[in-house]
């Protein structure tokens, strides 16, 4: 008799967390599970290994640039929120995040950015408020719990402007601005074919 082996993979997420106090603290955390979403109504299953903090990022000539992200993760000691990009075959994930609890009053206020970079010509590709975009609250009732989600948990809520777009970009740039400062993350871009 043959026996399926379950393989399981994680992504240790090691942010820097800007607290409320001023405080930095830099966690581990291992995420086993992520889901993405591009529109308010939808939530889907991405594998593990699409996650990456790398600052180059290879692609097809022809790929969508990528839609920026606001993203939820789930620890053992509460949810962070960090910045991000969902790109056609990565996702790439910022090494900074604030604390949920630190900015629960003022998340649909803080602003998603991003830019790209052309022959070092920086241009805004798309601005939004988080109140825009698909709420914490509802992406928890989606996945099951309205109480909060599973720690190792990623949520990437997605801006739609970079879904079908194909931009000749050399850098592609994203923030999240609020009360606690700015998060940043930015990647070169490498195309291929």
Same mark, same amino acid.
């Given at each position: 008799m043959r026996y399926a082996?379950? !393989?399981?993979?994680?992504?240790?997420?090691?942010? @820097?967390?800007?607290?409320?106090d001023g405080t930095v603290i830099t966690p581990d955390i291992a995420i086993d599970r992520v889901y993405a979403t591009m529109t308010s109504s939808g939530l889907e299953a991405e594998p593990v290994a699409r996650l990456t903090s790398s600052t180059v990022i290879q692609e097809p000539v022809e790929a969508p640039l990528g839609a920026p992200a606001v993203v939820l993760v789930a620890a053992s000691f509460g949810m962070l929120v960090s910045v991000g990009v969902i790109a056609r075959d990565v996702l790439?994930?910022?090494?900074?995040?604030?604390?949920?609890?630190?900015?629960?009053?003022?998340?649909?206020?803080?602003?998603?950015?991003?830019?790209?970079?052309? #022959?070092?010509?920086r241009t805004g590709f798309v601005t939004e408020e988080l109140s825009a975009l698909m709420t914490p609250s509802d992406? !928890?009732?989606?996945?099951?719990?309205?109480?909060?989600?599973?720690?190792?948990?990623?949520?990437?809520?997605? @801006?739609?402007?970079?879904?079908?777009?194909?931009?000749? #970009?050399?850098?592609?740039?994203?923030?999240?601005?609020?009360?606690?400062?700015?998060l940043t993350h930015g990647f070169d871009l490498e195309r291929m074919g």
């Open positions: 082996l379950r !393989m399981s993979s994680s992504f240790v997420f090691q942010p @820097h967390v800007v607290q409320s790439p994930l910022a090494r900074a995040a604030w604390r949920y609890d630190d900015i629960r009053n003022g998340y649909g206020d803080i602003v998603l950015r991003s830019w790209t970079v052309r #022959a070092g010509q992406v !928890m009732k989606s996945l099951g719990n309205a109480a909060g989600l599973k720690p190792g948990t990623a949520v990437f809520i997605g @801006h739609p402007a970079g879904l079908g777009e194909s931009v000749d #970009a050399d850098r592609f740039e994203v923030a999240l601005e609020g009360g606690l400062g700015t």
